[in-house]
């Protein structure tokens, strides 16, 4: 069975930065072919794609995040990391990691960020 968990601060000030990790149980996220995806839903909007990392390592990014997203990935612990920089307060969402590119099989349950000061 696979299961993905999010964890992280769930509150970041203004400008510092979000670091949020996966952990996924029952697939190694070195396994052909799929992808591993961060998602956010901010209160009252709907889902916003923000990147993924492929099985390959490689990475992608939203173009409207990518100037501050970063995703990279410790295979060791079969984990992949969000990393937001230069936070504001509309970056707060619950935040998802996800299995797939732009179609997901299998999600977290999500964690909720606040930025507050």
């Known amino acids: 069975q696979v299961r993905l968990q999010e964890s992280g601060p769930g509150l970041v000030k203004p400008s510092q930065t979000l670091s949020l990790t996966c952990t996924v149980y029952?697939?190694?996220?070195?396994?052909?072919?799929?992808?591993w995806t961060w998602v956010r839903q901010p209160p009252g909007k709907g889902l916003e794609w923000m990147g993924a990392?492929?099985?390959?390592?490689?990475?992608y990014y939203s173009p409207s995040l990518k100037s501050r997203t970063s995703i990279s990935r410790d295979t060791s612990k079969n984990q992949f990391t969000l990393q937001l920089i230069s936070v504001t307060p509309e970056d707060a969402a619950v935040y998802y990691c996800?299995?797939?590119?732009?179609?997901?099989?299998?999600w977290g349950q999500g964690t909720q960020v606040t930025v507050s000061s």
């Open positions: 990392i492929a099985y390959s390592g490689s990475t």
């Open positions: 996800a299995r797939g590119m732009t179609a997901w099989d299998y």
């Open positions: 029952g697939y190694s996220i070195t396994f052909n072919t799929y992808y």
